[in-house]
């Protein structure tokens, strides 16, 4: 399997950090962690791009994930980080293979709305669960890895190694998968679904897997991100964190498996950097690169990169 | 059977208010296949003005039963301006792209705008609740309602009846219709394209701040309180059938009802249950009640 290079230099990137996470900063930990799990779902969501296809209810698989973490830890009280991982992501895959019979069958704005409307009744049940802390949430603690509890520091760097782990296998899948056949057949159903379908390819059944894929990843995003945050509450599900989720994708682009960790970094980066300079309107700052972005970089930042890459060849 | 009543009135009232709120987004999408999640922020303003308005009304000692006619008026003139400007300066460029790309802009611009209020009129809740305690109340069996439920009522209705007539009869509405269904022939035929656009668009919007209006003396005016509103919409036009007025009336009766039965004997039902209806409607008729069907194109 051949690899991309900007995809060796996002896992040195990665692995790079890991190495020297014990003299970081906590704060920057915790933000290239969590940028890490949005990364996740957000490379789930531009494979829907590379269909053209935009899920307004991404969060679902998200909090699906989150909330099968907490549960577990909180009801049946399974506390290794591994374990919580696989079976978060299990069961947001589960839930998407389930929803991708129906929704497969959408396309466009009416597949990102139906979405949105699956998004939006977990967010009904959640808020109506008292069990669960209705609108407050409950808090995630008491992790432990292969029997080991480790302490509050050192517990932030064990995290953040098994997200890069996490995002390394994930980047590997992906770049397989659009490598393959099926991968090949994204672009052809977004130009032209029918011919796609006159040459024997099915449609349906990609977007479905492909759904299925995005699920899982989600899921095991939003699982990393209850463990980081410690805390989980019905608003992950919501339909502004799935805006969140698109604005990354936007503002990465769909050029490369990287581009969605580098969307989900400076995401990161301005969300902390607005909201710690006006709490009240870090909204319009990303409101404003959304527009920015749209208007004079369509193909979102990974354009530059290729754009750079095509003057060195030059 | 007192009690069936009780439900059905809420239901309509809610459904009123749905149609209100939803029926701008609708008209929008109608028109210019633009779905419009700026919808949201245009309510907001539309509340915001009203609430400062009204207080600016009843602490002046104006004639009270005006107020009425000074709070719609103010959020419509308020709405149309700023639509106006939006669409003039912004929209008109982008309509070659892809509709999931020009929702994206107007999502954009919902989170800009959601903090301009927040730099207008800060973070604190504001009340106006005289309108509404003027019209005093009316008696059904032992219960007693606020006249201001038929003020709602009423006004979704002369909406409605308003909007067809507007359509169907007027010079103005007929040529809407042509570029509706085809752009191109319209501009052929000398229709200004470009100007019933941006007339609609700015209308649209008006009608979501004559929504946060109508519906500003029955709530406390907070920060945020468009985001809860637009899934809302989202969910009522989807239901109806994108950019049909009857399908969003009947969409909105149909979830104004089914809410008001959940509120009433199962409240743990009530947050989804309107969205659990448009999924239902979806699975069954996959672009909503009232829809065209649409070519494929090879």
Redesign the interface.
Known sequence: MKLDKSLIYMIGFLVGVLLVSPWLPQWILFIITLAGANGLVVLGLMLFMRLGLVSFGQALFFCAGAYTTGMLCLLLKVTDLFVLLIASGFVAGFLAYLLGFLLAKYRAIFFGLLSLAFSMILYGVLVKSEKLGSTDGFTVSGLTILGWTPETTQMKIVLYGMTVIAVIVALLFVNMILKSPRGLLLTAIRDNEIRAEYMGASAKSTIHLIYIIAGVLSGVGGAIAAMVSGHIDPNMTFWTSSGEFVFIAILGGIGSVSAPFVGALIFGAIQTIAYGYSPNTWQMTIGICLIVVILLLPEGLWSLVEKMRKKSRV | MSNLLIVLIDGINYAAWLFISAVGLTLIYGVMRV?NVAHASFYSFGCYVAVTLAGYWFSHNYPPHLSFFALFGASFIAGFAIGWILERF?LRYQYAKD???I???T??????L???L??IWG?DPYYASDPYELLGTFNIGDMTYPNYYLLMIGSAIVLSLGLTYMLKKTRFGKLLVSVIHDREISSAMGINVGRFFSLTFSFGCALAAIAGGITTPTISVVPGLG?DVI?LS??VV?TGG?GSLPGTALAAIIMGVVRSFCVHYVP??????I??V??LV??FR??GLFSLAEA?K?
Request: negative net charge; aromatic residues 12%; glycine residues 0%.
């Open positions: 779905l912004l509709e999931v790309v929702l994206l802009i999502y954009a611009v919902f989170l800009i959601d903090d301009v927040k730099l973070v985001v899934v989202f969910a989807v994108l743990q039902l009530e947050l989804f249950v969205f659990s448009m999924a979806l699975v996959p672009r494929r090879i």
